[in-house]
C-alpha cells in the first residue's frame, strides 16, 4: 500500500526521457498528465457500496495493467491511455480508499498514522529515480514498464489484508439518508403502504431532486456550501498544490541547465524522498501532542509558507552543494505538509462525510495540478529561465499559506465572538425558582400565598 501511493512521475520521466531519444519527442510540461488524478466521487461511490478493501485492490490491479500495457505501446497518445488514465485511475483508488480507512483504523494516534503512511510516498521517491535509472540501462523502457507493473500490481495484497470497517451506521427503513429530506421519506413510505401522497412531484422536479441528492451525497456540494472551515481549506489547498508540484518536475532540469552533472542532478530528488522519510513520522508525532489539537491547520499553513520561501534559495544559487540546503529545507516543509494536509481534513469534516468530502477536494487539487506544469512549462518557453518557475512556485506557495492561516484565524475569532455573546439563561443552575401568583379572587379572601415550583 505504501509503494501504490507514491507518486509515479519520476520514473515515467526518466522513461520518457529515454523514449525521446527514439523520436518519441516529449516535452516537459507534458509529463504532468501522466500524474493526473481522475475524478474522486467514483471512488466515493466504490468505497460505499464494496467498501475499502476492494477499492484499493481494483486500484492495484488497474495500476499494474495500465504499466503493463504500456510496455506494448508504439505512440504517445498510447501512453496517456496506458501510463496516464488506466495507472492514474487505478493510483485515485487505492490512494483515496487508504486515506478513507485511516481515519477509522485510528481516532487517538491519527496524527500520526497519516504521517507512517504518507512516508510510503517518501520511500518510493527515494528509490524509484535511482531503480528506474538502473532498469532503462541494463533492460529498456518496455521492459522496465513490465516490471514497473509487477510491483504495484502488490497494491492488491495490501488491499486484501485490510480490515473491512462499517463506514456508517446501518440505516433503517425509515431513517433518511445523509442527502434525503424527511419529506421526502414521509411521501416514500406511504407509497411503499400502497397509499397514494397528496402530492406527487413532476417528472423533471423528481429527476432534479434525485440529482441534486446524488451530488450531495458524493460530492459534498452542502459540506462546501455550509462548512466554512472546508471551503477555506479546500480553496487553499486546490491553489497550493498548483505550485508545490513545480519543483519536484523541474528541478533536475533548472540543475542540468546550470552545469550539474545529471546524475548527481538526478540524486537531488532522491536526497528530498530520504530526508522525508524520517521527517514526517516527527512531523505526525510534534501534530498529534494535545497543545496543538484544534490548531493544527497553522501548523499546516506555517509548513506551506516554509516551503514557499525556500524555493527563492535556488533562485540565489544553482551551485551543487545550495542546491543540497535547498533540498534539506524543503523536505522538513514538504514533512509537514504530507503528515498534516489529510489530518486537517479529518478535523474540519465529520469522519461519517469524509469519503465524500475528500471526492470534491482531490477534484480541485486534480484540476490545479493539471495546470501547474503546463503553464510552468509555458513561463519557460517564454523567459528562456527556469528561475522564474521557482519563483511562480514561491508566491503560489506564500500566497496559499496566508489566505488559510488568515481566514483560519479570522473564523475562529467569529466563532470565539459568538460563544461570548450567547445569553447566559443558556445554562441555568441546577436548581430554578419561579413565583406564580394564585387566582386573584381568592387572594381576596385568603392571605396571599405564594406557590414555589422547583425544577431540577
Known sequence: MLLSRTPVFPQVAALFHHLSCHKLVIKGPQLSTF????????????????????TVMLGGLLSGVGMVASSFSKSISQLYIT????????????????????????VRRRALANALASTGASIGLTLWPLISQYLLDEMGWRNSFLIFGGVLLNACVCGAVMRPVQLGPPRSPLQP?????????????????????????????????????????YLAFDIFCKNKGYQIYTIGVAWMVMGFVLPLIYLVPYAVWNGVEERKAALLISVIGFINIFMRPMAGLLSGLN????????????????????????????????????????????????????????????????????????????????????????????????????????????????????????????????????????SPSSYQYTEVPTNPELEKQAPPAVMYITSI
Do not use: W
Open 83 to 106: 501510463a496516464g488514465f488506466i495507472t492514474g485511475l487505478g493510483s485515485c483508488f487505492g490512494f483515496q480508499a487508504g486515506v478513507t480507512v485511516l481515519g477509522y483504523y485510528f
Open 177 to 217: 439518508s445523509p442527502g434525503q429530506e424527511p419529506g421526502n421519506l414521509a411521501e416514500d413510505a406511504q407509497m411503499s403502504n400502497g397509499a397514494t401522497p397528496h402530492q406527487v412531484e413532476p417528472p423533471q422536479q423528481a429527476r432534479f431532486a434525485a440529482c441534486k441528492r446524488t451530488l450531495q451525497k
Open 291 to 426: 497543545i496543538f489539537t484544534g490548531k493544527r491547520i497553522y501548523l499546516f499553513s506555517l509548513a506551506v509558507l516554509l516551503n514557499g520561501l525556500s524555493n527563492l534559495i535556488c533562485v540565489i544559487s544553482a551551485d551543487f552543494s545550495v542546491l543540497i540546503l535547498y533540498c534539506l529545507i524543503y523536505s522538513i516543509s514538504m514533512s509537514g505538509i504530507g503528515a498534516l494536509i489529510f489530518q486537517v481534513l479529518m478535523d474540519v469534516v465529520e469522519m461519517d462525510r469524509f469519503s465524500s468530502a475528500l471526492g470534491l477536494f482531490t477534484i480541485l487539487e486534480s484540476v490545479t495540478i493539471l495546470l501547474g506544469p503546463p503553464l510552468a512549462g509555458l513561463l519557460v518557453d517564454i523567459t528562456g529561465h527556469f528561475s522564474y518557475v521557482f519563483y511562480a512556485s514561491s508566491f503560489i506557495m506564500v500566497s496559499a499559506a496566508l489566505f488559510m492561516g488568515l481566514s483560519f484565524c479570522a473564523l475562529d475569532r467569529k466563532n470565539k465572538l459568538k460563544e461570548a455573546l450567547k445569553p447566559t439563561s443558556n
Open 35 to 54: 500524474k493526473k488524478r481522475p475524478p474522486g466521487p467514483l471512488c466515493s461511490i466504490l468505497v460505499e457500496r464494496f467498501g475499502c478493501r476492494f
